[in-house]
């Protein structure tokens, strides 16, 4: 299987290429809750799995459809023994990405079905071993592997609270989303753990790490417990160095509104990417307990997540900015509050250098409603950094406080919910009380940025310097840029192709520098006439 690389910062990110296809959604049906229970072995791959599915039905469906992925030639994939209802035996059909159950279901009606599986995942569920030669099994299930290994509904858009029962040999630990409401012995070196997660997630955040772990309780924030689960050769390095989560969370806390879920767990993984924001269970690469600083970054980054991503869902795919690029941005913020605005000017900086990069090779909005399969390919500089370029200069048109008020309003209207571009934008317009639609038009819907030449001269009778600027690019924008003149700070509006503008100056200019606050995602170049 080809693999691929995409960076995020500093941090490496890989995914398989072949393991995402098209996503198809189930009209009339949203799921409410489900029990999912896991037997894993160490003898074999193959896992066991009963999987009890609570659809409430807002219209009438001929037959309500999960997705699971069927055993193929390769003996990998799940295959479906028996699908019932309150004991009932239902027909059941399987085909290679979804289970039909033939029983009719009314409108206004609501089901649970029982549907037990079995087989080895071919995706989804990584049973592995680490670094260390031991065996462990983790969720990974972005962006819709999850039926790989469960029976759900596997879009981002339907989202629904969850047991995980994981029965294990009993020299594992198990961590999973939510709280840990029951952990019991049982024979032949078995051992039951049971979570449960009161909050409505989206399938790609429900998942289980089951290994030997290390597990220090590293804060309590605003009554969460935080937690680290590292190997236990990993477990110095471990707790020192994700112990930066405490601090994060209370950043946000303040900044965006009180964290959704029971618990925060920080778990090194075999997850395929740098970070995975799976909800109260964030799962971390393998060799994360090594990276020193730049775990910061990254527990920043996955849980910023926990706000935007996962408490406020993206109802599709080519709105996935509002999860990447909040999440950088929140990040961003983070590190300018710890260690000062000079931080926040180098990570723009060296963010809008990427995002024209990216632009090079690949032209296309922030929505990218062009992506309708392989969904990775959304892991790039649009969703990341050009994504949280937006924030940012969102947050420099309409001022600080009304755009952290315009988050927090965002979030608790959205919590536990879905939302899109839109929704967003409603929200800001409406804390803030100016019309954004030209913004988000330009910067979201529309692909592009300004490649701005600009050109000045001194004019030394009038003690003057004379400015034009020139959008070279075909899409025209409107903005604010601040141009430095000798360290003075000047604004110009741009609404055309051609700006003019004159400043006083009784001397020439020894230098003039355009955005020197890297407030403005454009290209530059500044020439003296």
């Not at 009314?106 to 080895?120: A, L």
Request: proline share 4%.
């Amino acid at each position: 299987m080809q693999k691929s690389l995409v960076y995020f910062g500093s941090i490496l990110f890989l995914f398989s290429a072949s393991s995402v296809k098209a996503q198809v959604t189930f009209p009339n049906q949203d799921v409410q809750h489900y029990k999912f229970n896991i037997a894993l072995n160490d003898e074999n791959d193959n896992i066991k799995g009963k999987a009890e599915v609570t659809i409430k039905f807002t219209g009438n469906v001929n037959e309500p459809e999960l997705n699971l992925v069927k055993k193929k030639a390769t003996g990998k994939g799940m295959l479906v023994s028996s699908v019932s209802e309150d004991s009932k035996a239902l027909k059941f059909v399987q085909d290679s990405d979804m289970v039909h159950i033939l029983s009719p279901a009314r409108k206004n009606t609501e089901h649970t079905y029982t549907i037990n599986y079995s087989g080895i995942p071919a995706d989804g569920l990584i049973i592995s071993v680490n670094k260390h030669g031991h065996r462990t099994f983790f969720g990974d299930n972005w962006p819709n592997r999850a039926h790989n290994w469960l029976p759900c509904a596997d879009y981002p858009s339907d989202k629904a609270t969850l047991d995980f029962i994981v029965t294990a040999p009993d020299h594992y630990q198990v961590v999973s989303n939510g709280l840990k409401i029951e952990e019991k012995q049982l024979s032949n070196h078995l051992k039951l753990t049971h979570w449960k997660e009161s909050e409505p997630l989206a399938p790609k955040l429900m998942v289980i790490g089951v290994a030997e772990f290390a597990i220090q309780q590293s804060g309590i924030v605003n009554g969460v417990p935080v937690y680290t689960y590292v190997f236990p050769e990993d477990k110095v390095n471990g707790f020192k160095n994700y112990a930066y989560a405490p601090d994060i969370l209370k950043f946000y806390d303040a900044k965006l509104g009180l964290y959704d879920y029971e618990k925060l767990a920080n778990v090194q993984s075999k997850t395929i990417y740098g970070g995975m924001e799976n909800a109260s269970a964030i799962f971390y690469y393998e060799n994360s307990p090594d990276a020193g600083r730049a775990d910061e970054e990254l527990q920043a980054h996955e849980i910023g997540h926990q706000w935007f991503g996962d408490a406020v869902t993206e109802k599709s795919w080519k709105n996935l900015w509002l999860s990447e690029g909040f999440a950088t941005y929140m990040t961003n913020c983070y590190l300018e509050n710890k260690y000062g605005i000079d931080t926040l000017k180098k990570r723009e900086a060296f963010d809008r250098d990427k995002v024209i990069k990216f632009e090079k090779h690949r032209y296309t909005p922030v929505v990218d409603t062009a992506v309708k399969s392989n969904f990775e390919q959304l892991l790039n500089a649009n969703s990341y950094e050009k994504g949280s370029w937006s924030l940012h200069m969102l947050r420099r048109k309409i001022g600080d406080n009304v755009f952290w008020k315009g988050l927090r309003t965002y979030y608790a209207e959205y919590k536990n919910k879905n939302a899109n571009t839109a929704d967003l934008e409603d929200v800001m317009e409406h804390i803030g009380g100016q019309d954004l639609h030209t913004f988000f038009s330009q910067w979201i819907y529309n692909a592009g940025h300004p490649e701005l030449g600009i050109v000045w001269s001194y004019h030394a009778d009038k003690k003057a310097v004379k400015i034009t600027i020139t959008q070279k690019q075909t899409n025209l924008f409107e903005f604010p840029i601040q141009l430095s003149i000798d360290g003075k700070l000047y604004t110009i509006d741009i609404k055309g192709k051609v700006a003019t503008a004159s400043f006083p100056s009784n001397t020439k200019p020894t230098t003039v520098i355009a955005d020197p606050n890297v407030d403005l995602l454009a290209g530059f170049d500044v020439n003296e006439q």
